[in-house]
């Protein structure tokens, strides 16, 4: 079958699967099957090779990420059951004071959206914003927009999240140089963001007025629109500590069928020990592996300690004792907490799989070799085709983890022929993370969340929300191709 041929087959399969997630409606995970064996016969996958091709797809990616994906759900979900998130925001806040407080909340979504995901940390962190935002009688996006924009950088960028770890095992990156490069990269990304949302929440933008009631405490004055700032009667709002103080130190959680927690509410010391854990036992197996003599005993033991399953399982054992057992928890709750996580994850493990078979059915078709050649003549460096690739799926669909997932598939034959060292196809990675970070807007549930919790109307949001996502994921991009020659 000639190349031309396949190419036309590659495009209306990613078109009709556009068509049914936006149009039909249908869930991505369904669309990307159906979609996955209709390329595959048109390509002239043998009937008899088909199921075996769809099996080896899926369980090649799923016996990667699968277990990694769901041990990151299940630490997320203890830190946040045990009053951990919410402590670790209100211990930030106090710690940068109240002149600080929207960079408090910014790293707080930075750290706290490693191991916990997008929407629930936005569940999470949002009341918390209310609260400081109610007592200081400014704006809700001065506190929410930064950080609500950290939390979305860090599930575009960095394993444990769905998309990043799809990423990584499909073009063979490595896990702990991800996160080596990834972390600083991300940092900065999210401080430039940062700026950037202070220069944006200078002006005023239309409110809610159910949701600026919710914030403020009364109805926004006539004739205002709901707009946010201070509120109508500020004689009427204490300006003494005491009152920002006890909104402060209220832990805020989602509501949820466990019984809370006997003991306080954990530590901030506590919190951030069990964050980074697995991020420096990923990143010690890697130096290991790099830096240790072939053989030695102390590599061995570094690789084991270091590989992402082994290095999440010891902190879920940390996070059970430490967040659960030492406070109270018995064992049955303790499994409850950590069962609870899975359903969530669940249907975002068979996206990545159904990903992982697209990709499979491109590379078995030939449908890869033709689109590596195809861009291979473009003569564009393959950290910008990842970029624009990620964007273009991103905006066009609204999934994140589907954006980068498809990407992976349709750029694997290229990036091979491509012949990169790990720490190139690390940033390869990261500038897909950069695409899927961009562009939110209509089409993503991600988008209708926090517009919906900020009180926000469809313009307002596409101003703030959508320029500072896209801004933060071009500011990725550029710090990626910066690094590109330093690997």
Not at 417 to 439: F, N, W, Y
Not at 468 to 486: C, E, S
């Amino acid at each position: 079958m000639s190349h031309t041929t396949l190419l036309l087959i590659a495009a209306a399969g990613v078109a009709t699967l556009l068509l049914l997630i936006l149009r039909a409606k249908v869930q991505p995970f369904v669309a990307l099957v159906v979609v996955s064996i209709g390329v595959a016969l048109a390509a002239g996958v043998p009937a008899a090779d088909l199921v075996k091709t769809i099996e080896d797809g899926m369980g090649g990616t799923l016996g990667h990420i699968a277990t990694i994906i769901a041990l990151g759900a299940m630490i997320g979900r203890i830190i946040e059951l045990s009053g951990g998130a919410a402590s670790f925001a209100h211990s930030l806040i106090d710690r940068f004071g109240s002149k600080r407080t929207p960079l408090a909340l910014t790293v707080a979504g930075f750290v706290l959206g490693i191991p916990v995901f997008f929407e629930v940390g936005l569940i999470i962190l949002m009341p918390i914003a209310y609260g400081v935002a109610r007592a200081s009688g400014k704006p809700l996006l001065v506190y929410a927009l930064p950080m609500g924009a950290a939390m979305l950088t860090v599930h575009a960028f960095l394993p444990p999240h769905p998309g990043a770890v799809a990423v990584t095992q499909a073009i063979g990156a490595d896990q702990g140089l991800v996160l080596l490069l990834g972390i600083p990269v991300t940092a900065v990304v999210i401080l430039l963001g940062y700026l950037v949302s202070r220069r944006m929440t200078r002006r005023e933008y239309p409110m809610d007025p159910a949701v600026y009631a919710e914030v403020y405490g009364e109805e926004p004055t006539p004739g205002t629109s709901g707009t946010p700032g201070a509120p109508s009667t500020p004689a009427a709002r204490p300006a003494d500590d005491s009152q920002g103080t006890a909104v402060l130190t209220k832990p805020a959680q989602r509501t949820t069928t466990d019984p809370a927690p006997p003991a306080p509410a954990p530590s901030f010391g506590m919190v951030l020990a069990l964050i980074v854990t697995p991020i420096l036992l990923i990143l010690a197996g890697t130096l290991g592996q790099n830096l240790l003599a072939e053989g030695s005993t102390l590599r061995a033991i570094l690789t084991v300690l270091g590989a992402p399953m082994v290095a999440l399982l010891i902190d879920v054992a940390l996070c059970a004792y430490l967040l659960g057992a030492r406070r109270g928890w018995d064992r049955t709750h303790i499994a409850n907490v950590m069962g609870s996580a899975l359903p969530s994850v669940a249907m975002v493990i068979l996206v990545a799989g159904a990903g992982g078979v697209f990709g499979k059915v491109l590379v078995a078709s030939g449908i890869g070799d033709a689109i590596a050649d195809v861009l291979d003549r473009t003569g564009l460096p393959a950290l910008f085709l990842a970029f624009l690739t990620a964007l273009t799926l991103r905006a066009a669909q609204g999934s994140t983890t589907v954006a980068l997932i498809t990407t992976a598939g349709i750029l694997t034959p290229l990036l091979e022929r491509a012949d990169l060292s790990t720490g190139q196809l690390s940033l390869v990675a990261l500038a897909m993370g950069a695409g899927g970070l961009a562009v939110s807007h209509i089409n993503d549930a991600g988008y209708w969340m926090f517009t919906k919790l900020a009180g926000l109307d469809v313009a307002s949001g596409l101003r703030t929300w959508t320029v500072l996502t896209t801004t933060m994921g071009v500011i990725g991009f550029g710090l990626t191709a910066a690094l590109w020659p330093l690997v």
